[in-house]
């Protein structure tokens, strides 16, 4: 706390220092992102005030006390260290201040500064994209952006999957995610006017009659967010020190569609949320995973660590990046349980309401690309994970059954898992457990 003469010198205003607080283990620099107060504009304690980004998620930090916000030291964009004063609030009730100004002083009126706008608190930041906020299930959960890797996770697991996404047509709405190769460019304005740069290549020549097509050809130089930088990072780091390899299968998905059709108007009826597919394919990873501990497995230095839990990892997306929540000792939760889970860190994703230690850790990753219409693809592994699951869309497709051609609902899933730590033979086996628990799910009830 500092305390500071006014401007008339006949009162003392107190200002206190706003900082970047601790936002988790191993962070020591942030991006300030959105100020949602101008300077002059009043706060409330435990009000947000600005939003800052890590390379693990984004944090709003709100008011110490009640007051005025009197500077800002750390603009949109810029980096700063954890403990770093970013601002200075100036205490107290603004409305109560400016009353006694009123009555103190009978001197003529300064001109008066127009006041600023203040920031909207939803304002996407350029990385986010027109879509950011879309979170969700159409049928089972809220929507979701889409992305093209895995997201952030905390100090061990920190590179974004895959994410959950608005199913199209002969989907259903699951959590889910585009591989790294389908990466589209992220759209959106600029933060703020001062980041975008236009390149001198905009300004070439054109011919004659097409000066109409100039602003068409305008390129933006946006700088990367932190956490973009850091799902860049690992994408490399995975392709770089991890020996990957991808097995296929594919599950006639007729008996999870039929139970789901069967029981979901009593499971909502109960638990105040839709029975989708995601609650299934965590379910029957556990149980591959307890068969095949090589999966849920990592290597650590010159040593192997197995793992008696099973953390896994939904990727959702928010307004401004990419995020995987871990379902923390996921085999200790029910098939309510699970979808519960997964449609509240899907809102909060949205609402950049996630902590970060709801980030850290995971020991197993699922991703669904299948929400984009995708048949087939390789996802790529969260290090220091040694394997993830990728399920992609549901088709009907011819399939041979007791000798006779039948039409199916058919899903292929892929197994992305490093060669150092898990066997082909593993990795098939794993797969095909998966196969059987989806195309029989009474197996997971009984364990078999």
């Known amino acids: 706390m500092r305390i500071m003469n006014n401007k008339t010198g006949s009162a003392m205003a107190v200002e206190i220092e706003v900082k970047v607080p601790e936002v988790g283990e191993s962070i020591t620099e942030v ?11 009043s706060v409330q304690q435990d009000e947000d005030l600005v939003v800052i980004e890590t390379d693990k ?14 500077k800002i030291l750390k603009k949109s ?9 970013i601002g200075h609030l100036e205490i107290g009730d603004a409305k109560t201040k400016n009353r006694q100004q009123d009555n103190s002083s009978a ?5 008066k500064t127009p006041p600023r706008n203040r920031r909207d608190k939803d304002t996407k930041r350029p990385d986010s994209g027109d879509d950011g906020d879309a979170v969700g299930y159409t049928d089972d959960l809220p929507e979701t952006e889409p992305t093209s890797t895995e997201a952030a996770q905390g100090p061990d697991v920190e590179r974004p999957a895959q994410l959950i996404e608005e199913p199209q047509s002969g ?24 980041r975008v740069e236009i390149t001198e290549s905009s300004k070439a020549p054109l011919a004659p009659g097409t000066d109409h097509l100039r602003e068409a050809r305008e390129e933006k130089v946006v700088p990367m967010t932190q956490l973009r930088r850091r799902v860049a990072e690992r994408l490399v780091e995975a392709q770089q020190t991890a020996a990957l390899l991808t ?5 006639d998905m007729s008996a999870v569609d039929a139970l789901r059709q069967r029981h979901q108007d009593d499971f909502k009826d109960k638990h105040n949320v839709k029975l989708g597919l995601m609650s299934f394919f965590v379910k029957a990873a556990i149980e591959a995973l307890k068969g095949i501990p090589e999966v849920n497995a990592e ?8 793992r008696s839990y099973f953390d896994i990892g939904v990727a959702v997306g928010g307004g401004r990046g990419l995020v995987v929540p871990v379902l923390r000792n996921a085999e200790r939760m029910s098939f309510a349980g699970i979808e519960k889970a997964v449609s509240d860190i899907a809102r909060r994703a949205r609402e950049n309401k996630l902590r970060p230690d709801e980030l850290q850790g995971g020991t197993f990753t699922i991703t669904n ?12 592994i969260n290090p220091p994970q040694s394997a993830i699951l990728g399920m992609h869309a549901i088709q009907d497709r011819p399939v041979v059954r007791d000798g006779a051609m039948v039409i199916r609902p058919m899903m292929y899933v892929a197994l992305t898992y490093d060669h150092r730590i898990i066997d082909g033979r593993e990795a098939v086996t794993f797969l095909k457990q998966i196969k059987e628990s989806i195309e029989e799910p009474v197996r997971m009830l009984l364990q078999l």
């Not at 998620?57 to 009197?70: C, I, N, R, W, Y």
């Not at 299948?370 to 790529?380: E, W």
């Open 57 to 70: 998620a984004t944090v709003e930090v709100f008011a110490p006390q009640t007051g005025t916000l009197s």
């Open 77 to 85: 964009g810029e980096t700063a260290h954890v403990g770093e004063v």
């Open 299 to 306: 290597i650590r230095d010159q040593s192997i660590v197995y």
């Open 171 to 194: 989907q259903t709405g699951e959590p889910a995610a585009v591989e790294s190769e389908q990466r589209q460019p992220e759209a959106g304005p600029a933060v703020s006017p001062d």
């Open 31 to 41: 991006e300030i992102g959105n100020w949602l107060k101008a300077v002059g504009d």
């Open 107 to 111: 001197k003529p009126a300064a001109a």
């Open 369 to 380: 690309g299948g929400v984009y219409g995708s048949l087939l693809s390789t996802p790529i």
């Open 247 to 251: 097995t296929f299968n594919e599950i």
